[in-house]
Each structure stands twice: as C-alpha cells, then as structure tokens.
C-alpha cells in the first residue's frame, strides 16, 4: 500500500498569513501514461462530508477560492492557502489515487492563531 | 447539482449485517467510478471499497474484503454496500463518493457495532 504522511499534524496562522502542509507519498504516485500526478486534496470542516480542493495534485475543483494552491510532483507535495480566512478552519487531507488501495494522509488540523 | 444520500445506517450486533445504499441525482452516474468511504469516531478517512462505472470492477480495503460487497444498480442510480459478519471497528460514518478523485461526497451514514 501507498502511505501517504502530513506534516503537521496541526498549525495555527494568523488570519491573513499564508498556511502551508505537506504531504509525502511512500512511493511516486506520477503515472508515466499522463504525466500526471494522482493526488488530491480534501477540506474537512466539523460535521460536514470532505470536499475536495484540488485533484491532480494542482488543478483546483470548480467553485474553489484561488488562494488554495497545490504543487508538487512524484513523491513530495504542498496545499498552500496564501491568506488565511475564518472559513478555511478545518482539517485537510490528501489522498493518493494512483493505486488500490486509495490511501489517506493522516490530516492536517488548520486553527487561527 | 450533485447530490448523493446514503440510507441505511443503524445499530447492529457483532456479527451482524447492514446492507447501505446510496441514491444519486444531479450528474450521470453510470459516468463514475464510486467509492465508499468510511471515518470512525474523532479520527481520518479510509477507502473502503470501488467499484467501476460499469460495475463489473470491484476492489476491497484488507480490512472489509470477504465480508463487504459493493454493488450498484445505474438504471436506479443507486449504490449499495452489503456489510456483514460486522465488527466494533467497523464503527464509522460510511460516505459514498463519486469519482476517481472523489469529486462528490454524499452527507454520511453512521453504522454503530456493539452489544
């Protein structure tokens, strides 16, 4: 199985301030077919389903404020939320799809310091 | 819209069986790959189980293979998971997602195993 892991498990950034998580695949998830890379990333807030953010590791799903960013490629990736607003408290989670079984990262909790 | 309602959470006994369905609206679901998903209690998210659009794939998470069938029924744009032979770890809100990146997440059901 892929392990996914995040780094933190935890931050909190002054509104405004750009927040940053990574996120580290056990083994490359850029599928040589496409030249793309088979990750995503999840906001969670409390009681809610997840919502996804971002998929192929950068494009950003429709509806989905441009100050959330992903990059990344192979092994190693980042969400950026480049100004942090009240709304964006929650946890998020990447997700490889590029074998089964799917995994998770463990999550990362985002508050307002 | 997209829409998709998962029913047929409950409590149930170790042992026991809950069969969940999953109906959709909103997108063409014989389009999409699903997936169930499932969170326990205050903790993060696991891939249960996938199924094609056709419905003639199937994969299981180590964990429920041999006791859980996905299935789905495109005529009724429906999805289902047949869960048996159910354990206290089983505990969780089970999601169906759409898409092989999971575009579209339905609400959750909770299924509570204990005695």
């Known amino acids: 199985d892929i392990v996914m892991t995040q780094s933190p498990d935890s931050l909190a950034v002054s509104l405004g301030e750009r927040a940053t998580i990574n996120c580290t695949s056990s083994?490359?998830?850029?599928?040589?077919?496409?030249?793309?890379?088979?990750l995503g990333w999840y906001q969670q807030k409390p009681g809610q389903p997840p919502k996804l953010l971002i998929y192929?590791?950068?494009t950003r799903e429709s509806g989905v404020p441009d100050r959330f960013s992903g990059s990344g490629s192979g092994t190693d990736f980042t969400l950026t939320i480049s100004s942090l607003q009240a709304e964006d408290v929650a946890v998020y989670y990447c997700?490889?799809?590029?074998?089964?079984?799917?995994?998770f990262g463990q999550g990362t909790k985002v508050e307002i310091k | 819209q997209a829409q998709l309602v998962e029913s047929g959470g409950g409590l149930v006994k170790p042992g026991g069986s809950l069969r969940l369905s999953c109906a959709a609206s909103?997108?063409?679901?014989?389009?999409?790959?699903m997936n169930w998903i499932r969170q326990a209690p205050g903790k993060g998210l696991e891939w249960v189980a996938h199924?094609?659009?056709?419905?003639?794939?199937?994969f299981y998470a180590d964990s429920v293979r041999g006791r859980f069938t996905i299935s789905r029924d495109n005529a009724k744009n429906s999805l289902y998971l047949h869960m048996s032979s159910l354990r206290a770890e089983d505990t969780a809100v089970y999601y169906c997602?759409?898409?092989?990146?999971?575009?579209?997440w339905g609400q959750g059901s909770l299924v509570a195993v204990s005695s």
């Open positions: 997602a759409a898409g092989v990146a999971a575009d579209y």
């Open positions: 909103g997108f063409t679901f014989s389009d999409y790959y």
């Open positions: 199924i094609n659009s056709a419905g003639t794939t199937k």
């Open positions: 083994q490359s998830v850029l599928h040589s077919s496409n030249n793309k890379n088979f």
């Open positions: 192929w590791a950068s």
């Open positions: 997700q490889q799809y590029y074998g089964l079984p799917q995994t």
